[in-house]
T-cell receptor, first 115, second 115 residues
Framework: AQSVTQLDSQVPVFEEAPVELRCNYSSSVSVYLFWYVQYPNQGLQLLLKYLSGSTLVKGINGFEAEFNKSQTSFHLRKPSVHISDTAEYFCAVSGWGAAGNKLTFGGGTRVLVKP | GAVVSQHPSWVICKSGTSVKIECRSLDFQATTMFWYRQFPKQSLMLMATSNEGSKATYEQGVEKDKFLINHASLTLSTLTVTSAHPEDSSFYIC???????????FGSGTRLTVV
């Protein structure tokens, strides 16, 4: 079984300030990790993913995340946010092998960028 | 990358009627598709996994007779909400398994409102 916890349900932040969205996971198998963004009434857009290799992953729109196996975390960061970054962000995990390809989502973090 | 087309984008139906939602893979063959449900301000919950040529696999607590899933071909999966009730009002999103380059790809979602 696998689970994902996003520690903050809402994060207000001022424009051009940095932001960090926290994500912790648990899994009995090795995992793939993802961050998605969702704008109102739209599907999900992939920001970045960790499959293997370098633990620092760079994604689109200036976002990056760091995989920390010992802390089972995959926190998302952006050094300077824009108004257009206002959206819902989901951390997700997928297991390998026999666990199948099911994607388990965290509860989401709503980012509100203020001018 | 992979493209998934989901229709309709939104639908309003009367209580007791049935609604069909389609999910198509446009440029590749998908033997498996996932169906998620998202209630307002909540995360995505996996409802079922559709498999081309065989029965769908439903998650615990999802009513098989209410949410009929058909994977008629390698490019089309459908979700039919039968005898819809207001509590079925939700955002439904389909997805295909991960591509090594692009991760999971999602449809644009369907907003169902039952009145």
């Amino acid at each position: 079984a696998q689970s994902v916890t996003q520690l903050d349900s809402q994060v207000p932040v001022f424009e051009e300030a940095p932001v960090e969205l926290r994500c912790n996971y648990s899994s009995s198998v090795s995992v793939y990790l993802f961050w998605y963004v969702q704008y109102p009434n739209q599907g999900l857009q992939l920001l970045l993913k960790y499959l293997s290799g370098s633990t620092l992953v760079k994604g689109i729109n200036g976002f990056e995340a760091e995989f920390n196996k010992s802390q089972t975390s995959f926190h998302l960061r952006k050094p300077s946010v824009h108004i257009s970054d206002t959206a819902e962000y989901f951390c997700a995990v997928s297991g390998w092998g026999a666990a199948g390809n099911k994607l388990t989502f965290g509860g989401g973090t709503r980012v509100l960028v203020k001018p | 990358g992979a493209v998934v087309s989901q229709h309709p984008s939104w639908v309003i139906c009367k209580s007791g009627t049935s609604v069909k939602i389609e999910c198509r893979s446009l440029d590749f063959q998908a033997t498996t598709m996932f169906w998620y449900r998202q209630f307002p301000k909540q995360s995505l919950m996996l409802m079922a996994t559709s498999n081309e040529g065989s029965k769908a696999t439903y998650e615990q607590g999802v009513e098989k007779d209410k949410f009929l899933i058909n994977h008629a071909s390698l490019t089309l999966s459908t979700l039919t909400v039968t005898s819809a009730h207001p509590e079925d009002s939700s955002f439904y999103i389909c997805s295909v398994p991960p591509d090594s380059n692009y991760g999971y790809t999602f449809g644009s979602g369907t907003r169902l409102t039952v009145v």
